[in-house]
């Protein structure tokens, strides 16, 4: 029995394992609160922007690099993160992303800094044909990067195998993880939410995944960050607003006030108040057989 055989022969339904915790994660408050996906993130689009101003992503475009791409295929590609760093050394980015509001930030600094050579699709990776994303770039991607959108994507097979078929090079897959999971927040969750805090899916099931698509991937740790400068703690708190429903009761506010306190997530630098926040990141990549 070969290894793909034998994958299949456990009987686990990764796929389903990653999409049914994400959802139970917060897709399912999102999708309640807002409609869709595509619709939160419209809304949600500045406050990310301004979170992710100060992140260490971009970092791994050195990484990137390496493989001396022409051109990128940016899947998710949110605010630009990846595609405006990118789009400065390489001939041609195609970004899609399918909020309009995340999309309209990636535009405007596209502008700002007088990159021309980014093709913005606005449409969910799964609406998508490898056809129109060939025509595009007149054939196959050097280099396919997604940062952090797995957590929406429905059909993972599908999705991973398009990827594949469109790419010449290198595939990048940028995911979260439960590793070094913040015992603090566990403790507060419940004060916060007025819930138990879901179990969040392992980057174990992506990997599976792409087992299952009798494809091999290195897996690489990323220590993430991100901060973000305020002008109060309470600023911080109404951060929150945006995960849960109607508006934070007192209680909430000071269960979120405890947690930030006790997890040291809020600092001052040259007499400026910040919020940090750090996660370990999963770097999921293969080289894509032609």
Known sequence: MNNKNKISALNIEWAKMWQDGILNAWSHQYIKKYGSIPEAWNHKA????????HSNRAQLVQKLEQHKPETVLDVGAGTGIFALHLAKRVKRVVAVEPSVGMLDILKNH??????????????KWEDTTIDELIEINSGKYDLIISSHALYY?????????????????????????????DKTY????????????????????LYMVLRELDIHPNIEMFDAYAKRYVNSVEEVID??????????????????????TESRMI??????????????????YWRAEE
């Not at 994507?153 to 897959?173: P, Q, S, W």
């Not at 400026?272 to 770097?283: G, N, T």
């Open 267 to 284: 600092g001052e630098e040259d007499g400026r108040l910040y919020w940090e926040w750090r996660s370990k990141d999963a770097l999921i």
């Open 186 to 205: 566990e403790k507060y969750y419940e004060r916060i939410y007025k819930k138990p805090m879901p179990l969040y899916p392992d980057y174990a099931c």
């Open 239 to 260: 951060l929150w607003k945006d995960n849960i429903d109607g508006e934070l009761s007192e209680e909430q506010r000071e269960a979120i006030r405890e947690y930030l």
């Open 110 to 123: 596209a502008a700002k800094h007088n990159l021309t050579n980014i093709e913005c699709i606005n449409k």
């Open 153 to 181: 994507i429905t059909d993972l097979h599908e999705a991973f195998k398009r990827m594949n078929d469109l790419c010449k090079g290198y595939v990048y897959l940028l995911i979260g993880t439960d590793a070094n999971k």
């Open 46 to 53: 500045q406050e990310y922007a301004k979170t992710m101003e």
